[in-house]
Nanobody, 119 residues
Framework: QVQLVESGGGLVQDGGSLRLSCAAS????????MAWYRQVPGKQRELVAF???????YYADSVKGRFGISRDNVENTVYLQMNSLKPEDTAVYHC?????????????WGQGTQVTVSS
């Protein structure tokens, strides 16, 4: 089973940028979509962005125009470029992979990577 590991989070000031990476232990070419989610303690996990195999993208309204998702099927990595960060972007960010109708991560989403934006 492919494992996903997120990295790239950190502490940035309001207006700053970060690039998150989601490295897969195997090929991601077979996954029709790769997605980034985020979660704040006490709140539901929120879909931030996803990218399909042909390269179509979706963004939550809250990040549209500021975040960019990309995938490298050679490096088996998905990226989330986050610009113009706001304090409300503070969350733990996770990635996930969709094959057919099944998400790779269902129960345990792992540690994720913490993004903290200070005002």
């Amino acid at each position: 089973q492919v494992q996903l590991v997120e990295s790239g989070g950190g502490l940035v000031q309001d207006g700053g940028s970060l690039r998150l990476s989601c490295a897969a232990s195997g090929s991601i070419a077979s996954f029709n979509s790769m997605a980034w989610y985020r979660q704040v303690p006490g709140k539901q996990r929120e879909l931030v962005a996803f990218i399909t195999t042909p390269g179509s993208t979706y963004y939550a309204d809250s990040v549209k125009g500021r975040f960019g998702i990309s995938r490298d099927n050679v490096e088996n990595t998905v990226y989330l470029q986050m610009n113009s960060l706001k304090p409300e972007d503070t969350a733990v960010y996770h990635c996930n992979a969709l094959k057919g109708n099944s998400w790779l991560r269902r129960g345990d989403w792992g540690q994720g990577t913490q993004v903290t934006v200070s005002s």
